[in-house]
T-cell receptor, first 116, second 114 residues
Framework: AQKVTQAQTEISVVEKEDVTLDCVYETRDTTYYLFWYKQPPSGELVFLIRRNSFDEQNEISGRYSWNFQKSTSSFNFTITASQVVDSAVYFCALSEAPGGSEKLVFGKGTKLTVNP | DVKVTQSSRYLVKRTGEKVFLECVQDMDHENMFWYRQDPGLGLRPIYFSYDVKMKEKGDIPEGYSVSREKKERFSLILESASTNQTSMYLC?????????????FGPGTRLTVT
């Protein structure tokens, strides 16, 4: 069965600190997709990144970066120089191989609070 | 921009009522999903549909049914609402084309069953 674990329930940092959100996944599929979503206090989930299992290149988008390591089944998310607007719940998710249900299996989320 | 809308932001219903939650997307996506979000449990899939009139059960389908008569609309039905169905309900849609594409979510419906 597929599973996503986000061991950090809550993290609190001071503005401008770097912070890494951990995500560990389990799947038997050889083809799968990983995602990160942000849920700000307003409640609507915002898509951040999609990564397929064949692409282990790290990705950087502004202050955000993602580290995908198949050897440790991890897909960690780092925010550099955090800002108050980064305060949100962040979810890591795993999708089954294409052609199946493609439903997302979510981790329980990490609540990030960035204090001024 | 992809837009997923849900019929109500907040809803209060009584135990035993039949409840309809509506979701509409405007991007011609094949896949549509209903999730339930509860504190400490994250998001759990209830039902999904990859084509008109097609549906599949998610992890927690008990007490729910769905309807997809048109491609853009996916309805979640609580046949007889119970207090343990008090929750946030999120609808999502995505492309279905040879890869598991990102899902776009609606704003959610916070349902309270009294």
């Amino acid at each position: 069965a597929q599973k996503v674990t986000q061991a950090q329930t809550e993290i609190s940092v001071v503005e401008k600190e770097d912070v890494t959100l951990d995500c560990v996944y389990e799947t038997r599929d050889t083809t799968y997709y990983l995602f990160w979503y942000k849920q700000p206090p307003s409640g609507e989930l915002v898509f951040l990144i999609r990564r397929n299992s064949f692409d282990e290149q790290n990705e950087i988008s502004g202050r955000y970066s993602w580290n995908f390591q198949k050897s440790t089944s991890s897909f960690n998310f780092t925010i550099t120089a955090s800002q108050v607007v980064d305060s949100a719940v962040y979810f890591c998710a795993l999708s089954e191989a294409p052609g199946g249900s493609e439903k997302l299996v979510f981790g329980k989320g990490t609540k990030l609070t960035v204090n001024p | 921009d992809v837009k997923v809308t849900q019929s109500s932001r907040y809803l209060v219903k009584r135990t035993g009522e039949k409840v309809f939650l509506e979701c509409v997307q405007d991007m011609d996506h094949e896949n549509m999903f209903w999730y339930r979000q509860d504190p400490g449990l994250g998001l759990r899939p209830i039902y999904f549909s990859y084509d008109v009139k097609m549906k599949e059960k998610g992890d927690i389908p008990e007490g729910y049914s769905v309807s997809r008569e048109k491609k853009e609309r996916f309805s979640l039905i609580l046949e007889s609402a119970s207090t343990n169905q008090t929750s946030m309900y999120l609808c999502a849609s995505s492309l279905r084309s040879g890869g598991a594409y990102e899902q776009y979510f609606g704003p959610g419906t916070r349902l309270t069953v009294t």
